[in-house]
């Protein structure tokens, strides 16, 4: 940023790996807003392919953006924190790299955050798109959540959310700063998004104007063993418990949200109900890492 220059209204993070393929079109859709005032991290993930090269010759014609490129893959959590922890505007949104956007994206959100102090994240209407980019069909999120306390909002995203697209909204980027960081875990932007509604109303933008892409390469397609070690390159193969752990994440986001006592009893005996509803896909879980655990035994015992 130049010396001097007051920081801008927007930061935009995104983080890409091996994204070659439809980078430069996102990019370009991100360039094309007709809200201007933002700077951009493209946040790259050591790449192998042409991402690089896409990257830094669009950051090279635009003084908005800046390409960051780790060393080695931190995996996909960590590199969604890349942007935040660089971002100096007064909103933030993540962007992904194969998902382009409407011009009026910005300009759309962030006049309602303007507008309404108590909104802590403004998203527009979807519409999901091939490989190719046609039209498959329009996508109801679902997560319009005007509702004054926090327990409404919250039980609403839990019984509602599908697709996390409301999570490449608009938010406000203090707020971003006093929950839990992207996780490193599966299916992380579903706690983040219910982390939120303790902080403010999410509020949908009728405008269609976020194109979610589904193609051979996305994370969608990838195996239970696959998503684990893009999320968390480290970490060895195991069975992942994500019904305990989004329960598990969900308990401390509402204890250390700034919340009264009887908004927290209200969501502890909700997050309580789930548990009891989902009891088997949980008793699963627990089955299947005490099955692994005992093939890892079996495998290390000696012989004779």
Same mark, same amino acid.
């Given at each position: 940023?130049?010396?001097?220059?007051?920081?801008?209204?927007?930061?935009?993070?995104?983080?890409?790996?091996?994204?070659?393929?439809?980078?430069?079109?996102?990019?370009?859709?991100?360039?094309? *807003?007709?809200?201007?005032?933002?700077?951009?991290?493209?946040?790259?993930?050591?790449?192998?392919?042409?991402?690089?090269?896409?990257?830094?010759?669009?950051?090279?014609?635009?003084?908005?953006?800046?390409?960051?490129?780790?060393?080695?893959?931190? !995996?996909?959590?960590?590199?969604?924190?890349?942007?935040?922890?660089?971002?100096?505007?007064?909103?933030?949104?993540?962007?992904? &790299?194969?998902?382009?956007?409407?011009?009026?994206?910005?300009?759309?959100?962030?006049?309602?955050?303007?507008?309404?102090?108590?909104?802590?994240?403004?998203?527009?209407?979807?519409?999901?798109?091939?490989?190719?980019?046609?039209?498959?069909?329009?996508?109801?999120?679902?997560?319009?959540?005007?509702?004054?306390?926090?327990?409404?909002?919250?039980?609403?995203?839990? @019984? @509602?959310?599908?697709?996390?697209?409301?999570?490449?909204?608009?938010?406000?980027?203090?707020?971003?700063? *006093?929950?839990?960081?992207?996780?490193?875990?599966?299916?992380?932007?579903?706690?983040?998004?219910?982390?939120?509604?303790?902080?403010?109303?999410?509020?949908?933008?009728?405008?269609?104007?976020?194109?979610?892409?589904? &193609?051979?390469?996305?994370?969608?397609?990838?195996?239970?063993?696959?998503? *684990?070690?893009?999320?968390?390159?480290?970490?060895?193969? @195991?069975?992942?418990?994500?019904?305990?752990? &989004?329960?598990?994440? &969900?308990?401390?986001?509402?204890?250390?949200?700034?919340?009264?006592?009887?908004?927290?009893?209200?969501?502890?005996?909700?997050?309580?109900?789930?548990?009891?509803? =989902? =009891?088997?896909?949980?008793? !699963?879980?627990?089955?299947?890492?005490?099955?692994?655990?005992?093939?890892? *035994?079996?495998?290390?015992?000696?012989? !004779?």
């Amino acid at each position: 940023m130049t010396l001097g220059r007051s920081a801008p209204r927007v930061s935009i993070g995104l983080p890409v790996y091996n994204g070659e393929r439809y980078l430069a079109q996102t990019l370009q859709s991100i360039a094309a *807003q007709t809200f201007g005032d933002f700077e951009l991290f493209i946040c790259d993930n050591a790449s192998t392919d042409a991402t690089a090269e896409i990257a830094r010759a669009f950051a090279a014609e635009d003084p908005r953006a800046r390409y960051l490129r780790h060393a080695t893959n931190i !995996g996909f959590g960590r590199n969604f924190r890349s942007g935040l922890e660089r971002a100096t505007g007064q909103y933030f949104k993540w962007a992904t &790299h194969d998902d382009p956007l409407g011009p009026e994206f910005l300009a759309r959100c962030v006049d309602v955050l303007d507008r309404d102090p108590s909104v802590v994240l403004a998203y527009p209407r979807t519409k999901l798109i091939d490989a190719a980019g046609a039209i498959i069909s329009e996508y109801d999120n679902r997560l319009h959540l005007p509702y004054a306390t926090a327990p409404e909002r919250f039980e609403a995203l839990v @019984r @509602r959310l599908r697709l996390c697209n409301a999570q490449l909204g608009v938010i406000r980027t203090d707020v971003l700063r *006093q929950i839990a960081p992207y996780g490193t875990y599966v299916a992380s932007d579903v706690c983040l998004l219910a982390e939120l509604t303790l902080y403010g109303k999410f509020w949908e933008v009728p405008e269609f104007l976020f194109f979610r892409r589904f &193609h051979d390469g996305d994370s969608r397609q990838m195996s239970s063993a696959e998503i *684990q070690a893009y999320y968390e390159p480290s970490r060895s193969a @195991r069975v992942y418990m994500k019904a305990w752990r &989004h329960i598990w994440e &969900h308990l401390l986001a509402v204890n250390r949200a700034p919340l009264p006592v009887l908004e927290k009893a209200r969501l502890w005996l909700f997050l309580a109900r789930v548990a009891a509803y =989902r =009891r088997d896909r949980l008793a !699963g879980e627990v089955g299947a890492a005490l099955r692994q655990w005992l093939r890892g *035994q079996a495998t290390e015992a000696p012989l !004779g």
